[in-house]
Protein backbone atom coordinates (compact mmCIF):
# COMPACT_ATOMS: atom_id res chain seq x y z
CA UNK A 1 0.00 0.00 0.00
CA UNK A 2 1.49 3.08 -1.18
CA UNK A 3 2.45 5.67 1.96
CA UNK A 4 0.65 9.04 2.60
CA UNK A 5 0.41 12.02 3.94
CA UNK A 6 -1.83 11.17 7.21
CA UNK A 7 0.59 8.34 7.83
CA UNK A 8 3.68 11.07 8.31
CA UNK A 9 0.95 13.11 10.11
CA UNK A 10 0.61 9.95 12.37
CA UNK A 11 4.17 9.22 12.40
CA UNK A 12 4.76 13.14 14.21
CA UNK A 13 2.16 12.49 16.38
CA UNK A 14 3.75 9.34 17.63
CA UNK A 15 7.06 11.02 17.79
CA UNK A 16 8.53 8.53 15.07
CA UNK A 17 11.21 10.00 12.22
CA UNK A 18 10.20 10.19 8.49
CA UNK A 19 12.82 9.13 5.89
CA UNK A 20 13.21 10.81 2.53
CA UNK A 21 16.29 10.36 0.13
CA UNK A 22 15.90 12.73 -3.41
CA UNK A 23 16.66 10.06 -6.09
CA UNK A 24 15.75 10.27 -10.10
CA UNK A 25 15.95 6.79 -11.70
CA UNK A 26 14.20 3.51 -11.89
CA UNK A 27 16.73 1.38 -9.98
CA UNK A 28 17.59 3.84 -7.53
CA UNK A 29 13.98 3.94 -6.64
CA UNK A 30 13.23 -0.02 -6.64
CA UNK A 31 16.10 -0.08 -4.00
CA UNK A 32 14.66 2.72 -1.92
CA UNK A 33 11.46 0.81 -2.00
CA UNK A 34 13.21 -2.27 -0.73
CA UNK A 35 14.33 -0.69 2.26
CA UNK A 36 11.03 1.11 3.41
CA UNK A 37 11.90 4.59 2.74
CA UNK A 38 8.68 6.51 3.49
CA UNK A 39 9.27 9.55 0.96
CA UNK A 40 11.29 9.61 -2.47
CA UNK A 41 11.90 13.07 -3.71
CA UNK A 42 12.27 13.63 -7.47
CA UNK A 43 14.36 16.80 -6.46
CA UNK A 44 15.12 19.65 -9.03
CA UNK A 45 18.72 19.35 -7.71
CA UNK A 46 18.99 16.76 -10.34
CA UNK A 47 19.76 19.60 -12.70
CA UNK A 48 23.23 19.43 -10.77
CA UNK A 49 23.70 15.91 -9.64
CA UNK A 50 22.69 14.03 -12.63
CA UNK A 51 22.66 16.34 -15.32
CA UNK A 52 25.81 18.50 -14.47
CA UNK A 53 24.03 22.08 -14.67
CA UNK A 54 25.34 24.97 -12.15
CA UNK A 55 22.93 25.31 -10.13
CA UNK A 56 18.60 23.91 -10.16
CA UNK A 57 17.20 27.28 -12.04
CA UNK A 58 17.57 25.76 -15.67
CA UNK A 59 15.54 22.37 -15.29
CA UNK A 60 12.81 22.26 -17.24
CA UNK A 61 9.18 20.32 -16.56
CA UNK A 62 9.64 17.79 -19.36
CA UNK A 63 12.56 16.94 -17.71
CA UNK A 64 11.41 16.97 -14.13
CA UNK A 65 7.90 14.79 -15.90
CA UNK A 66 10.74 11.90 -17.28
CA UNK A 67 12.51 11.37 -14.00
CA UNK A 68 9.71 11.59 -12.07
CA UNK A 69 7.97 9.12 -14.21
CA UNK A 70 11.16 6.90 -13.51
CA UNK A 71 10.59 7.09 -10.10
CA UNK A 72 7.25 6.45 -9.64
CA UNK A 73 7.98 2.72 -12.30
CA UNK A 74 10.90 1.82 -9.93
CA UNK A 75 8.66 2.50 -6.52
CA UNK A 76 5.44 1.23 -5.46
CA UNK A 77 5.53 1.73 -1.81
CA UNK A 78 7.16 5.12 -0.78
CA UNK A 79 5.60 8.21 -1.38
CA UNK A 80 6.46 10.37 -4.39
CA UNK A 81 7.20 13.89 -4.40
CA UNK A 82 8.21 15.93 -7.22
CA UNK A 83 9.69 19.23 -7.19
CA UNK A 84 7.86 21.95 -8.80
CA UNK A 85 10.99 23.50 -11.30
CA UNK A 86 12.40 27.46 -11.40
CA UNK A 87 9.50 29.03 -12.87
CA UNK A 88 6.73 26.89 -13.17
CA UNK A 89 4.33 28.08 -10.55
CA UNK A 90 5.83 31.76 -9.49
CA UNK A 91 4.47 33.21 -12.52
CA UNK A 92 0.86 32.52 -11.71
CA UNK A 93 -1.97 30.74 -9.58
CA UNK A 94 -2.78 29.32 -13.33
CA UNK A 95 0.54 28.27 -13.94
CA UNK A 96 1.03 26.72 -10.60
CA UNK A 97 -1.76 24.27 -10.57
CA UNK A 98 -1.87 23.42 -14.45
CA UNK A 99 2.37 22.13 -13.47
CA UNK A 100 0.97 20.64 -10.37
CA UNK A 101 -1.60 18.64 -12.17
CA UNK A 102 0.60 17.30 -14.90
CA UNK A 103 2.83 15.45 -11.99
CA UNK A 104 -0.19 13.71 -10.85
CA UNK A 105 -1.61 13.19 -14.56
CA UNK A 106 1.77 12.15 -16.55
CA UNK A 107 4.25 11.08 -14.24
CA UNK A 108 1.83 9.63 -11.04
CA UNK A 109 3.71 11.66 -8.39
CA UNK A 110 1.97 11.51 -4.97
CA UNK A 111 2.22 15.39 -3.95
CA UNK A 112 4.27 17.98 -4.86
CA UNK A 113 7.09 20.64 -3.51
CA UNK A 114 7.39 24.06 -4.15
CA UNK A 115 9.43 26.84 -1.93
CA UNK A 116 8.66 30.00 -0.37
CA UNK A 117 6.53 31.21 2.03
CA UNK A 118 3.58 33.80 1.99
CA UNK A 119 4.54 34.78 -1.99
CA UNK A 120 3.43 30.89 -2.76
CA UNK A 121 0.38 31.41 -0.33
CA UNK A 122 -2.62 31.44 -3.20
CA UNK A 123 -0.18 28.58 -5.23
CA UNK A 124 -0.13 26.44 -2.25
CA UNK A 125 -3.69 26.91 -1.35
CA UNK A 126 -4.89 25.90 -4.35
CA UNK A 127 -3.46 23.49 -5.18
CA UNK A 128 -4.00 21.52 -1.81
CA UNK A 129 -7.65 22.14 -2.82
CA UNK A 130 -7.46 20.48 -5.61
CA UNK A 131 -6.44 17.40 -3.54
CA UNK A 132 -3.05 17.36 -4.18
CA UNK A 133 -0.40 16.77 -0.93
CA UNK A 134 2.01 19.92 -1.06
CA UNK A 135 5.54 20.30 0.49
CA UNK A 136 7.04 23.68 0.83
CA UNK A 137 10.28 24.50 1.47
CA UNK A 138 12.17 27.46 3.95
CA UNK A 139 15.46 28.15 4.78
CA UNK A 140 17.87 27.92 2.02
CA UNK A 141 16.16 27.86 -1.10
CA UNK A 142 17.96 26.70 -3.97
CA UNK A 143 16.11 29.16 -6.43
CA UNK A 144 16.42 32.04 -5.06
CA UNK A 145 19.92 31.47 -4.94
CA UNK A 146 20.81 34.72 -7.01
CA UNK A 147 18.73 36.78 -4.54
CA UNK A 148 20.29 34.82 -1.40
CA UNK A 149 23.34 35.35 -2.85
CA UNK A 150 25.02 31.79 -2.49
CA UNK A 151 24.43 28.34 -0.62
CA UNK A 152 24.39 30.12 2.88
CA UNK A 153 22.87 29.14 6.56
CA UNK A 154 19.77 31.04 6.57
CA UNK A 155 17.77 32.18 9.92
CA UNK A 156 20.97 33.22 11.82
CA UNK A 157 19.74 36.53 12.87
CA UNK A 158 16.56 37.60 14.47
CA UNK A 159 14.86 39.67 11.71
CA UNK A 160 15.49 36.40 9.39
CA UNK A 161 15.10 33.44 12.29
CA UNK A 162 11.56 35.24 12.73
CA UNK A 163 10.24 35.24 9.21
CA UNK A 164 11.01 31.88 8.43
CA UNK A 165 8.47 30.70 11.75
CA UNK A 166 6.18 33.46 10.53
CA UNK A 167 6.31 32.01 7.03
CA UNK A 168 6.46 28.58 8.27
CA UNK A 169 2.84 29.35 9.90
CA UNK A 170 1.63 30.82 7.02
CA UNK A 171 2.76 27.93 4.36
CA UNK A 172 0.49 25.97 7.17
CA UNK A 173 -2.28 28.23 7.30
CA UNK A 174 -2.06 27.57 2.84
CA UNK A 175 -2.61 23.82 3.34
CA UNK A 176 0.98 22.49 3.22
CA UNK A 177 1.02 19.06 4.30
CA UNK A 178 4.60 19.05 5.48
CA UNK A 179 7.57 21.62 5.30
CA UNK A 180 11.03 21.04 4.45
CA UNK A 181 13.71 23.31 6.43
CA UNK A 182 17.25 23.65 4.65
CA UNK A 183 20.45 24.90 6.29
CA UNK A 184 19.02 26.58 9.50
CA UNK A 185 20.39 26.44 13.11
CA UNK A 186 19.09 23.25 14.81
CA UNK A 187 17.37 24.89 17.52
CA UNK A 188 15.21 27.33 15.27
CA UNK A 189 14.67 24.42 13.12
CA UNK A 190 13.37 22.75 16.61
CA UNK A 191 11.22 25.43 17.42
CA UNK A 192 9.16 25.16 14.30
CA UNK A 193 8.69 21.76 14.52
CA UNK A 194 7.38 22.36 17.74
CA UNK A 195 5.11 24.95 16.57
CA UNK A 196 3.83 23.30 13.60
CA UNK A 197 1.25 20.96 13.75
CA UNK A 198 2.44 19.35 9.85
CA UNK A 199 5.37 17.20 10.02
CA UNK A 200 9.03 19.14 9.39
CA UNK A 201 12.09 17.43 6.81
CA UNK A 202 15.78 18.56 7.78
CA UNK A 203 18.39 18.51 5.54
CA UNK A 204 21.04 20.91 7.28
CA UNK A 205 18.82 21.69 9.69
CA UNK A 206 19.35 19.19 12.98
CA UNK A 207 18.23 16.11 14.61
CA UNK A 208 14.83 17.80 15.63
CA UNK A 209 13.00 17.77 12.55
CA UNK A 210 10.19 15.16 12.64
CA UNK A 211 12.60 13.70 9.59
CA UNK A 212 15.43 13.93 7.31
CA UNK A 213 16.34 14.13 3.90
CA UNK A 214 19.19 13.35 1.67
CA UNK A 215 20.35 13.46 -2.01
CA UNK A 216 21.12 9.39 -2.86
CA UNK A 217 24.31 9.89 -4.77
CA UNK A 218 25.65 12.23 -1.06
CA UNK A 219 24.62 9.39 0.89
CA UNK A 220 26.68 7.05 -1.07
CA UNK A 221 29.25 9.31 -1.24
CA UNK A 222 29.00 9.23 -5.00
CA UNK A 223 28.97 13.13 -5.36
CA UNK A 224 32.96 13.83 -5.20
CA UNK A 225 33.09 17.31 -6.40
CA UNK A 226 31.83 18.55 -3.39
CA UNK A 227 30.76 17.45 0.57
CA UNK A 228 28.22 19.83 2.43
CA UNK A 229 28.60 19.90 6.56
CA UNK A 230 25.21 18.30 6.81
CA UNK A 231 26.30 15.09 4.27
CA UNK A 232 26.78 11.60 5.73
CA UNK A 233 28.62 8.75 3.57
CA UNK A 234 26.96 5.82 4.60
CA UNK A 235 28.62 3.16 2.11
CA UNK A 236 30.39 3.78 -0.52
CA UNK A 237 29.82 -0.07 -1.99
CA UNK A 238 26.23 -1.48 -1.07
CA UNK A 239 23.59 0.73 -1.68
CA UNK A 240 20.80 -1.27 0.19
CA UNK A 241 23.65 -1.53 2.92
CA UNK A 242 24.14 2.23 2.84
CA UNK A 243 20.36 3.49 2.92
CA UNK A 244 19.25 1.07 5.33
CA UNK A 245 21.94 2.57 8.02
CA UNK A 246 20.70 6.24 6.71
CA UNK A 247 17.11 4.99 7.62
CA UNK A 248 18.15 3.21 10.97
CA UNK A 249 20.26 6.34 11.85
CA UNK A 250 17.47 8.87 11.26
CA UNK A 251 14.62 6.71 12.85
CA UNK A 252 16.54 6.23 15.82
CA UNK A 253 18.15 9.67 16.23
CA UNK A 254 21.68 9.12 15.53
CA UNK A 255 21.44 11.59 12.19
CA UNK A 256 21.91 14.22 11.93
CA UNK A 257 24.71 14.39 15.13
CA UNK A 258 25.86 17.79 16.18
CA UNK A 259 28.78 16.73 13.89
CA UNK A 260 26.29 17.42 10.91
CA UNK A 261 24.27 20.23 11.87
CA UNK A 262 24.53 23.98 12.02
CA UNK A 263 24.29 25.96 15.80
CA UNK A 264 24.56 29.43 15.43
CA UNK A 265 21.42 30.80 17.42
CA UNK A 266 22.33 31.73 20.71
CA UNK A 267 19.84 31.18 23.76
CA UNK A 268 19.24 34.80 24.36
CA UNK A 269 18.28 35.37 20.65
CA UNK A 270 16.18 31.81 20.82
CA UNK A 271 14.13 33.21 23.76
CA UNK A 272 12.98 36.37 21.33
CA UNK A 273 11.26 34.38 18.76
CA UNK A 274 7.45 33.59 18.80
Known amino acids: MRKSMLGFSEKKAKNEKITMVSAYDYHSAKILDVCDIDIILVGDSLAMVVLGMQDTLSVTMD ?42 KESHANGVKLEGGKEVFSKIKLISQAGIPVVAHLGLTPQ ?30 AGASMLVLECIPLKLAQKISSILSIPTIGIGSGKYCDGQVLVYH ?49 EELLDKLY
Open 144 to 173: SINTLGGYKVQGRDLHSAQKIIDDAKIIQD
Open 218 to 266: DLLGLNQDFKAKFVKHFDDFNPKVAVERYIHEVKNGIFPSQEYSFDFLD
Open 63 to 104: EMLIFTKAVSRGAKKAFILADMPFMSYQSSDYDAISNASRFI
